[in-house]
């Protein structure tokens, strides 16, 4: 099968994007790990990064996120987590995981030893408010569809806080 990333039609707009860890590998079990991802993403907000809503899960995370050139920032985002994620499981000797991360890389991916994150972030355009307002709800629902929890806003790693008028981890853009 060909390798497929999907397209990214206007750079600038707002997409929702999926990030899956390479074989659905549970990584984002830890805060720490969870951390990796959040300060990286309040990196790039400081630097023009737009986020609307996202959800982090053991496996992968979903995001809503608008920027000047989108594509740049996801493998800016996808390159910098990638490294300090295997870095945090070099340095706490997490050799299970590391080496799933070598077995599962793609053969094409030759550069490192490890590959993280899958390839592609499945990227879809939101055209208008309803759009967005379905996967906003989508994001949020998806803690609650694993039995995580009970309400949307109990989830720690999610934007459904914010919506909910509460302090989250992360800021967002509220402004459609």
Not at 59 to 64: P, Q
Not at 116 to 144: C, D, S, T
Request: proline share 5%; aromatic share 14%; hydrophobic share 40%.
């Amino acid at each position: 099968m060909g390798r497929s990333r999907y397209l990214i039609t206007d750079p600038t707009a707002p997409h929702f994007l999926t990030f899956t860890v390479l074989h659905w590998i549970p990584i984002f079990t830890r805060p720490d790990t969870v951390n990796i991802v959040l300060d990286s993403f309040r990196f790039l907000q400081k630097e023009n990064l737009k986020i609307y809503a996202w959800v982090i899960l053991e496996n992968h995370l979903h995001l809503i996120a608008q920027s000047d050139n989108l594509p740049r920032d996801i493998q800016r985002f996808k390159s910098f987590t990638a490294r300090e994620l295997l870095n945090y499981l070099q340095q706490h000797n997490v050799k299970r995981l590391l080496d799933q991360f070598s077995f599962y890389k793609k053969a094409h991916k030759t550069e490192s030893q490890h590959q993280f994150w899958q390839e592609g972030v499945h990227p879809e355009l939101i055209q208008n408010p309803e759009i967005m307002r379905q996967k906003v709800e989508y994001i949020h629902a998806n803690p609650v569809k694993r039995g995580y929890v009970d309400f949307a806003e109990h989830w720690r790693y999610s934007s459904a806080r914010n919506f909910a008028g509460n302090a989250g981890l992360l800021g967002i853009c509220k402004n459609w």
